[in-house]
């Protein structure tokens, strides 16, 4: 089956804070949920870095998955998906 990614409508730069990206995150991860996934694995985001470049700075997070349980509530295997927000630094009024 084929598995379509909703998106969501992110925020003009001029707007932007490192927080606002991680909720961003958390947004998308929400309305892109798979079925698929059980309700037990549970996930965080975090940020990661900031990373300055020339024309723009780039914001990296990371989404992490993992199944705790009461007897193991450190997952012994989890799932990562990474994250990059570029935002430019010419353009700050468009998204």
Not at 23 to 51: A, K, P, R, T, Y
Request: aromatic fraction near 10%; proline fraction near 5%.
């Amino acid at each position: 089956t084929k598995h379509v990614i909703k998106n969501i409508p992110w925020t003009i730069a001029k707007n932007f804070t490192v927080e606002k990206g991680r909720q961003q995150i958390e947004e998308l991860i929400s309305v892109s949920h798979n079925s698929d996934i059980h309700e037990s694995w549970l996930h965080h985001s975090e940020f990661l870095e900031e990373e300055e470049l020339k024309d723009s700075k780039r914001y990296h997070y990371r989404a992490c998955w993992g199944l705790p349980t009461r007897r193991k509530p450190i997952p012994r295997a989890t799932a990562s998906v990474y994250f990059v927000i570029v935002i430019s630094k010419f353009k700050p009024d468009v998204s």
